[in-house]
């Protein structure tokens, strides 16, 4: 507190109390504050509890089985056997490759499967020698002898020996395909996405390893029980023996 004295003649005093400035900014910023920190600790609490899909990144859906499907097409397959002119019989390869190629027809076809002979090339006269050998060995694996078309196809007479090509057709899982840039790696920086061939090799390969196409369709129907076997198996473990060799 401070005191003012007056003139001499006055015998009055005057005291001026201090004034006290309040200022309301302060508190105010700091309830603006402290209501944005909860508005963003809600958000992301309430982040966490949702479910998120792991292929999803930045919220920008970009999933590789989407870009890379795989689908059921009819697709040719061909076995092409290199003869050269001086075979006359074939050999145990020859047999064994025609076998495994008799098995994924029947495996995947009701159709017919062709053998086409080369036409016009040096090795042209040893191609249609083996074809009758080639014929039966198909037929000694299962492949019916009216399923079976036997042709030809224009070779030409210098290059390469043409092979002898085994060919049917049959519905096959594949997904498009590998290899295709249609941009720039560059553009999916700043997007964070990964870019178009991204999964497609994996997708090719698990469309290869799929022995049976209509698995992708439907479930197969479940096998019937096996009671026998039930009775030996819990026998067994009952026992406190071995289940898996018996």
Excluded at 2 to 25: D, I, Q, W
Excluded at 61 to 87: F, K, M, N
Excluded at 150 to 177: F, K, M
Aim: net charge neutral; charged share 20%.
């Amino acid at each position: 507190m401070k005191k003012h004295e007056t003139s001499p003649g006055n015998s009055e005093s005057r005291t001026t109390m201090p004034v006290k400035t309040t200022t309301f900014a302060a508190p105010r910023f700091a309830r603006t504050a402290l209501a944005a920190t909860i508005l963003g600790a809600v958000a992301i609490l309430s982040g966490c509890g949702t479910n998120r899909d792991d292929l999803t990144t930045g919220s920008i859906p970009d999933d590789y089985r989407t870009r890379h499907p795989i689908t059921l097409t009819e697709v040719e397959h061909t076995l092409d056997i290199p003869i050269a002119s001086g075979d006359r019989q074939m050999t145990i390869g020859m047999s064994d490759a025609v076998g495994g190629f008799a098995s994924d027809y029947l495996s995947s076809s009701s159709g017919t499967i062709q053998i086409l002979l080369p036409q016009g090339s040096p090795n042209a006269g040893a191609a249609a020698q083996m074809r009758k050998q080639i014929r039966q060995v198909l037929i000694s694996r299962g492949v019916p002898g009216p399923r079976i078309i036997e042709t030809s196809y224009q070779a030409g007479a210098t290059g390469d020996a043409a092979p002898v090509r085994l060919s049917y057709v049959a519905i096959t899982a594949v997904t498009n395909q590998c290899g295709q840039w249609p941009e720039d790696l560059q553009d999916n920086t700043f997007s964070n996405k990964n870019w178009h061939n991204f999964g497609c090799v994996s997708q090719a390969n698990l469309a290869a390893q799929i022995a049976n196409p209509m698995d992708l369709v439907t479930p197969r129907a479940q096998a019937p029980i096996d009671a026998t076997r039930r009775s030996t198996v819990i026998g067994l473990y009952r026992e406190g023996k071995d289940t898996s060799t018996r």
